[in-house]
């Protein structure tokens, strides 16, 4: 069963920065996505930001310009760079690897990291 681990939450001030991780436990060698998505209090989860294996990304309309998301594929991790963050922005953020095969495309999620920005 793959594991996916988040670290990198806390509680910044507004106008400032913060980096996420997610770390999957094991290599994939199939065409995959990781990405991030965030679920603000009594609101729906929303898509934050995605990468390919490949390199190709994806975000949200609040986050472009703001968050950039990368990733170590030698280390099974992808990252989201944070910024100039807003009061607005506090949420629980949920990083996912989803791989791509013939017959479905499994998704394993982390437990969420808590994002809180004060202003």
């Known amino acids: 069963q793959v594991q996916v681990v988040e670290s990198g939450g806390g509680v910044v001030e507004s106008g400032g920065s913060l980096r996420l991780s997610c770390t999957a436990s094991t290599t994939i060698s199939k065409t995959n996505v990781m990405g991030w998505y965030r679920q603000p209090p009594e609101y729906p989860r929303e898509k934050v930001a995605s990468i390919t294996n490949t390199g190709y990304t994806d975000y949200g309309n609040f986050a472009r310009g703001r968050f950039t998301i990368s990733r170590d594929n030698a280390k099974n991790t992808v990252y989201l760079q944070m910024n100039n963050l807003k009061s607005d922005d506090t949420a629980t953020y949920y990083c996912?690897?989803?791989?791509?095969?013939?017959?479905?495309?499994?998704?394993?999620w982390g437990q969420g990291a808590q994002v809180t920005v004060s202003s």
């Open positions: 996912y690897l989803r791989i791509i095969t013939e017959i479905g495309q499994p998704t394993y």
